[in-house]
Every structure is written in structure tokens, then in C-alpha cells.
């Protein structure tokens, strides 16, 4: 993998901010896109931009095959068994909300649990925190060790006969651990739960082998892939999907409607009400081309050693706090001596660097860590270790702007 | 290489409003305004207090979780408005928007002292709303009293 060559790939990749050659670290916030997404896309509005699974006219079709096409490569991107559990949503929130709204409060009642983990993105605590209060579960979190993983026997603790759900991230947003999901499947499924994965951090980065893992529903986002914004993937187990109530009622979704009643179309089509997001399924649809062309495993090994690198060179600067596990994904997160995460990014960004600063989306695990925000440098396939050390250099000078003024 | 555009941003009046907050605290009593507001997108957080008698800000105190932009923000701010009248506090909490936001501001018309050294967040758009947090607090506040009365 030549990731210099990769890098000219991605037109917003080769351009100066600040006066500064861009080096784009924030890549769990969303990824850049690369040129065959972009002319697919171009394709598809100056060509055949036309409504699917209506009409029969040519363009009708084209775009149809098209859109129908991705859902066929999203299926053997994540080998699931068939297109019927493969639902094409806005991304990862709705996907969760489908599943809370659509699947949860049908089947939640008093005394049942929805089990969670303290290091879940907001969209994977609220949706849980909703059906919670609406149906009287009770909401429960597996705790969180001090380096930021859980333990099996947590989960087989806070797991009983009582849980419906358990929702889990694959890898944390914020601390890049990587949680052992086809262990929790197991330890689920024995108590009779359904699993689902926030599959946002992983999808990008690793193989995704959903039968494997065997969760009930993985869900994940297609921006942060290289795909367009807008467009998301909810997967589900043809058994779950067939037991889930769409929550968008329409056109599109519908078999036969009558004056006061109507039936719903099968899956997958039955949750996706009104007009699909046509030009982000087929972008995303090129952007797994893309990421395949190259090779998962070989993205994953890219991003395991410049984050190894990252890890390492970031240990050498004084006074800096680096949080979560050594065995994480491709991001680190961290502050810097007392200097807040915001006055860090802005410093980074007069050097033309990119970093996330804040709470993540993720405020129960920044009350865990005790902090009110941190700076995270997340990496993808067109990061080289050029980009750290560039990285490397501005926080030594941040440090001593502001050791200076302080 | 240096940080040059920086410092247009923390100039030293700033870093020390950060470093020794002026009014920070909590106000005895329970006749004063109390004000939470928060910035959703990156958590910073204001607990501002104030005391408003025959329509003047007798006293103004806060507490917070922030950055130095609005943390130093919410000090100078306390200090500004403390002896002005609520239509002053008001009139300054425009012109400081629009300060920062890059418009022209008479500041002949009413003396901004320290604040005037926060012009430079209008270079930094992504960091505006650090620096109208507690302002924003204030106004919230002002705007409930005159409701209530």
C-alpha cells in the first residue's frame, strides 16, 4: 500500500489550510472521499438520476440495478446471508433508532434489561435511555476497567435472564477499544437476549464478518468509509427483521394499501419508506469497491502500525495523558497538560492539522474519565507516519505557547 | 516556525483572565439570577450568578468547565458588567457579538476595557461561541428577570 500515491486520491487531502499542507487527523469524525466516489456520484446526477423501483422506464432501471447492486456488495462486504437483512438507512443513529423504535419497544416491558457499556457514542445511550423510560426496562452498564476495556465476567454479571437487549460499539469512539463482540454474542444469546452492534468505528477499518461476530443487528455509517454523508447500513438477521415493525410509513414501503389498512412490502424494502437515499447507496456501493480493491486486512495493518507509531511518539512529549487501552483502533485520544482540548485544536489547526476536540459524543465516559473534553488524532488508509510527526512537532510547540502565557 | 496567528487569539490579557478568574464563585443569598448554559457541541459549561438591584448589576459571579476562550470570556464579562445598568449589559453584550464576529463596533460608545482583547476570536470562527457563552448566559438571565417583572 502506497499511501502516497493513495493520498492523491482524495482531492481535500491535497490542499494547504492555514498555510500549512493539510494533515487531515480526523477521520473518525468522518473519512475523505476519494475520487471514484466522487465520480460515481457525478455519474449518477449528470446520467441516470432517476427514482428507483418505480416506472419502467431506462433510466428507472439503471438507477434501480444500481442501488440494488450496492446492497449486493454491502452483503458480501459484511457476508451477510442474504440482500433481505441488508437495510440502507441515514447512518448509524437512525439504524440504532430503527432498531429501539422498531424492534425494543414492541418487546420491552417492566422488569426486562437493555444492557450497554459507559464507553457507547450518545446514539447508542439515548435511543436505549428512550425505550427505557417508555417501557419501563431497566437500563444497566457493564463496567468499565481502569485502561478502558470490559471483562467477559462483567458481561456475564450484568447479562441475565432479564435482558432483552444488549447493545454494544465495536470499537470506542473515544478510547479505541475494541470490544470482544462474538463473545458477548455468545454469552447473550445463552440468556436469550438480542445483540446490537454500533459497528460506526469498526466497519471502515477491519474485515466485518457479521455471521461471525454473530450479533442480531450490526449497524454502521458510510461516511466514515469513504462513502457520501447521509447514507448508513442497518443489518439484521432475516429472524429479527421479519419480528421488526418499520418505523417510516410511505411509498416505497408498501404492498397493497387500502382505505384503512395497509400491508408492508418484504425485506428489505419494508423499512425503507419514501424515496431511498439513492445516490448514497451507490456511492457507498463504489467506496466498498474502493476499500476492497486495497484489502481490509491491509488497511487494518496499515492502521495498527501508525497507530503503534502514534502511540509511541506521542509518549515522548511531556505531560501528556493518552486514554484507553494499548490494543485499540486507529485513533488516540488525549490532553495535554492543563491546556484544554479546544485551545490544542485551535494551536494544531494554525498548522494546518485536523484534530477532534471536545466530548466526543460520548459524555458518561468523559464524566468516567473525569475530564470535560480531550483532543483525539484519528488515522485512516492515506495517514503516513509523516502526518505524526507533524503532529508531534505542533504539540511541542502548543505546549510551549502555552507554557509561555500560563 | 512559530505560532505567529496565535497570539492574536491569546494575547496576555486573556491567558491571565484564564489563569486568575475574576468572580468566580458562587453569591451568598437567594435573591440572585442563576443561569446554566452549556455549549452542546464541545461541553463547555457556565453557572453564572447575578444580582440585579433598581436595575443595575450589583454583583455577578460564575463557575464553569471550558476553555480559555470562554472561561477568560466569562471573567471579563463578570467584571464589565458588574455597577452597569441591565440595558448597558445588554447593549455591550451586542457589541461584543458583534466584535467578534468581525463586525465594526463603536467602541467609543461604551468603554469594553479587557474585553476588547477577545476581537481576535473573530479570526477564528470555530471558536466564536466559546467566546459568547457566558454572555449568551447573561443575556438568557436579564431576559427571564424582565419577564418575571
Not at chain 1, 140 to 157: C, F, M, N, S, W
Not at chain 2, 4 to 26: A, F
Not at chain 2, 92 to 118: H, N, P, R, T
Request: aromatic share 8%.
Amino acid at each position: 500500500m502506497d499511501v502516497k500515491e493513495l493520498k492523491q486520491l482524495f482531492p481535500v487531502l491535497n490542499q494547504e489550510v492555514n498555510g500549512h499542507p493539510l494533515v487531515y487527523l480526523d477521520s473518525a469524525a468522518t473519512s475523505q472521499k476519494p475520487i471514484p466516489v466522487l465520480e460515481k456520484l457525478d455519474e449518477y446526477y449528470r446520467g441516470y438520476n432517476s427514482n428507483v423501483h418505480r416506472g419502467v422506464h431506462t433510466l428507472g432501471t439503471r438507477a434501480t440495478d444500481e442501488y440494488e447492486g450496492s446492497r449486493e456488495k454491502v452483503r458480501k462486504f459484511i457476508n451477510a446471508r442474504s440482500t433481505k437483512e441488508v437495510i440502507f438507512t441515514r447512518g448509524t443513529t437512525t439504524s440504532i433508532n430503527m432498531i429501539a423504535y422498531g424492534y425494543a419497544r414492541h418487546r420491552l416491558k417492566e422488569g426486562d434489561e437493555i444492557v450497554i457499556t459507559p464507553m457507547e457514542h450518545h446514539s447508542n445511550i439515548i435511543p436505549w435511555q428512550q425505550a427505557a423510560k417508555a417501557t419501563g426496562a431497566e437500563l444497566k452498564y457493564i463496567p468499565l476497567q481502569q485502561d478502558g476495556t470490559i471483562t467477559l465476567e462483567d458481561a456475564k454479571k450484568m447479562i441475565t435472564e432479564n435482558t432483552k437487549i444488549v447493545a454494544i460499539t465495536h470499537v470506542s469512539n473515544v478510547l479505541g477499544t475494541i470490544n470482544p463482540i462474538k463473545e458477548i454474542s455468545d454469552i447473550a444469546h445463552r440468556k436469550g437476549a438480542v445483540v446490537v452492534v454500533d459497528g460506526a468505528q469498526s466497519t471502515p477499518h477491519m474485515k466485518i464478518d457479521v455471521r461471525d461476530l454473530g450479533c442480531d443487528f450490526f449497524t454502521f455509517s458510510g461516511h466514515k468509509m469513504c462513502g457520501p454523508t447521509g447514507v448508513g447500513v442497518l443489518y439484521g438477521k432475516e429472524k429479527v427483521l421479519e419480528e421488526m415493525e418499520p418505523v417510516e410509513f410511505g411509498g416505497e414501503m408498501i404492498d397493497f394499501v387500502e382505505m384503512y389498512d395497509s400491508t408492508w412490502k418484504e425485506l428489505p424494502w419494508k423499512f425503507e419508506g419514501g424515496t431511498p437515499i439513492i445516490a448514497g447507496a451507490i456511492g457507498l456501493g463504489t467506496a466498498i469497491d474502493f476499500l476492497e480493491d486495497i484489502g481490509l486486512d491491509e488497511i487494518s495493518r496499515h492502521e495498527k502500525e501508525l497507530t503503534r507509531y502514534a502511540m509511541d511518539q506521542l509518549k515522548t512529549i511531556d505531560g501528556i495523558q493518552i486514554y484507553g487501552p494499548e490494543e485499540r483502533g486507529g485513533l488516540v485520544t488525549f490532553n495535554l497538560d492543563e491546556i484544554h482540548a479546544h485551545d490544542v485544536s485551535t494551536a494544531l489547526d494554525s498548522e494546518g492539522i485536523a484534530i477532534r476536540a471536545g466530548h466526543h459524543c460520548a459524555q458518561p465516559l468523559m464524566r468516567w474519565l473525569n475530564v470535560s473534553s480531550t483532543a483525539r488524532a484519528s488515522f485512516y488508509l492515506y495517514n503516513s507516519e509523516e502526518d505524526i510527526d507533524k503532529l508531534v512537532v505542533a504539540l511541542r510547540k502548543t505546549k510551549e505557547f502555552f507554557g509561555d502565557v500560563f | 516556525m512559530s505560532f505567529d496567528n496565535l497570539e492574536t487569539l491569546y494575547r496576555q490579557v486573556i491567558m491571565d483572565h484564564y489563569k486568575n478568574p475574576r468572580n468566580r464563585g458562587t453569591l451568598e443569598g437567594d435573591d440572585s439570577l442563576t443561569i446554566d448554559m452549556n455549549n452542546p457541541t464541545c461541553g463547555d459549561s457556565i453557572h453564572l450568578q447575578m444580582k440585579i438591584e433598581d436595575g443595575k448589576v450589583a454583583d455577578a459571579k460564575f463557575e464553569g468547565e471550558g476553555c480559555s476562550i470562554s472561561m477568560s470570556s466569562a471573567s471579563m464579562m463578570t467584571q464589565a458588567i458588574k455597577g452597569k445598568t441591565v440595558e448597558e449589559a445588554l447593549e455591550m453584550s451586542k457589541m461584543f457579538s458583534d466584535m467578534v464576529q468581525g463586525k465594526e463596533i463603536d467602541a467609543d460608545e461604551i468603554e469594553l476595557g479587557d474585553i476588547v482583547a477577545l476581537q481576535g476570536v473573530s479570526k477564528f470562527p470555530a471558536r466564536i461561541k466559546c467566546a459568547t457563552l457566558a454572555w449568551k448566559a447573561m443575556e438568557k438571565g436579564v431576559q427571564e428577570d424582565q419577564k418575571e417583572e
